[in-house]
């Protein structure tokens, strides 16, 4: 059957480039990061995804409190009255909104909504709280869970209804101090997101039609899947006055006189994971970046009945020796060393150390990196040393990886028919556009899924381009593609 067989079942049936779906949801359960709960819709964060998630968060936030920004925690409930305070936000969630009518058998007076973001409760609360200019900024964070209830198919870490995040809600005197923040608030995701996920990202602010519903402006880093499609990760809102003319969070000036403050809203959730695990990992399984991963090392010893005893005492000693990676050991006597090394490459452990009593002869052992699929000899005195270069080549390599891929599916095109090949083989598109919505709408009637992702600010002057969509006269440079 050569390289077409048929996979083990207990690893990945299907692969990754003939059927992404079914690929990915084997790989979200198989490698024992999540599971379905009898609530439709909403996930189980294993042991695995639930480390990886709180280590995110440990680094994220110690940026944030070094940045000067202080976590609080609002409730999950929200009244209805004040969720609609805001026109033009409440219209953009309250399709998305679960809500609490009864308390046990007795009905509520006012309906509560179960948060699909906090800007409601928190704004309500900044409007008591600030009084002068002397109060601000105010930085504000919090981490917690939110609730969305409008999709029909929900997919673990990308869209389920109960997920987890950070929503930060800064305010300021000033709008130069508000839009100077995005910067702060964007590099520390950036750092976070390239340096622990190994992931590059292009960052752009969306149009008016996908802008964050109540926002001034809306920012994102976005990422490429090699699957061509783009998936949209932390996300920096500049709101203006919009919600503090709606709440009525007033301060006074130093000149004295009152003015509206000038807020944002800015987050990550658990689609990261999603994005992180998509990106890296094959055909065999997960592939973790070292750094987010809990377990670096796993020692397979090669077990013979004349020489057990040996070998197993050495991956004791080995054990010891590299508990700073927390290295897992797989003594099965049932199981062979190709289901072993196969079981492994599905969980994505960085790297597997292969021990047998030839490598115990030759003072050394053999260890395979997890990206690469690469065995390199090691002698055991080297071994420490070496774990820690490999450990730091692969977190090195896999991000070079997604940097290439990123960089080699953004194209630039002002036909059409191009736009709509190039779209097909797994890329992004800088096309020119007017600002109409009608235009943006129309995408979908030029290619079914195709949508504007960010505005490319780098993308030069359009005098004289037509709008890819309605012919008249181009107004910037948008990049187009399919989502995630």
């Not at 964060?45 to 994220?60: G, H, N, Y």
């Not at 290619?447 to 359009?462: E, Q």
């Amino acid at each position: 059957m050569g390289k077409d067989k048929k996979l083990s079942k207990e690893g990945l049936t299907v692969k990754k480039e003939d059927n992404f779906s079914e690929w990915y949801q084997q790989l979200i359960i198989k490698g024992e990061l999540a599971d379905y709960t009898k609530v439709s819709g909403c996930i189980v964060f294993r042991p695995k995804s639930q480390w990886i998630w709180e280590r995110f968060v440990r680094v994220t936030d110690d940026l944030f409190k070094e940045s000067g920004i202080e976590n609080v925690s609002f409730p999950l409930f929200i009244p209805e009255s004040l969720l609609i305070k805001e026109a033009t936000h409440v219209e953009g969630f309250v399709p998305e909104v679960a809500w609490v009518t009864h308390a046990g058998n007795k009905k509520l007076s006012e309906k509560l909504a179960i948060r699909p973001t906090s800007e409601a409760i928190i704004y309500d609360s900044y409007a008591k709280w600030i009084r002068s200019y002397n109060d601000l900024p105010m930085r504000y964070n919090q981490w917690n869970s939110v609730v969305r209830w409008e999709f029909k198919n929900p997919v673990p870490f990308f869209r389920t209804r109960e997920f987890q995040w950070n929503e930060g809600h800064s305010v300021f005197a000033t709008e130069v101090e508000a839009k100077a923040e995005g910067d702060d608030i964007l590099g520390m995701y950036e750092k976070v997101v390239s340096e622990m996920m190994a992931l590059p990202s292009v960052r752009g602010f969306k149009t008016e039609k996908e802008k964050f519903a109540g926002a001034v402006s809306s920012e994102k880093l976005h990422y490429m899947t090699d699957s061509g499609r783009v998936i949209e990760g932390p996300c920096f809102h500049y709101d203006g006055q919009n919600f503090s003319k709606a709440y009525d969070i007033k301060f006074t000036r130093e000149d004295g006189e009152e003015d509206f403050v000038y807020q944002n809203t800015w987050a990550v959730s658990t689609r990261m994971l999603g994005t992180m695990f998509t990106i890296h990992s094959d055909n065999k399984g997960l592939v973790i970046p070292p750094k987010l991963s809990k377990n670096k090392v796993v020692i397979v010893p090669i077990l013979f009945d004349d020489s057990k005893s040996d070998v197993l005492a050495k991956v004791e000693e080995l054990k010891e020796e590299l508990k700073d990676f927390a290295p897992l050991t797989d003594l099965r006597e049932d199981v062979s060393p190709g289901r072993k090394f196969n079981s492994w490459e599905l969980k994505g452990i960085p790297l597997r150390i292969e021990l047998g009593p030839k490598d115990l002869e030759k003072g050394q052992v053999v260890v395979v990196k997890r990206n690469t699929g690469d065995k390199i000899e090691i002698k055991f005195g080297d071994l420490k040393s070496e774990v820690v270069r490999l450990l730091d080549e692969m977190q090195d390599e896999l991000y070079e990886a997604a940097k290439k891929l990123l960089e080699s599916r953004m194209k630039k095109s002002e036909d059409a028919e191009e736009v709509v090949k190039l779209v097909k083989e797994g890329n992004m598109v800088c096309v020119p556009m007017c600002k109409s919505e009608d235009c943006e709408d129309g995408l979908k009637e030029i290619m079914l899924g195709l949508k504007t992702l960010f505005v490319d600010s780098d993308g030069g002057d359009v005098e004289g381009k037509k709008c890819l969509v309605c012919g008249k006269k181009a107004e910037y440079w948008v990049y187009v593609g399919r989502t995630y």
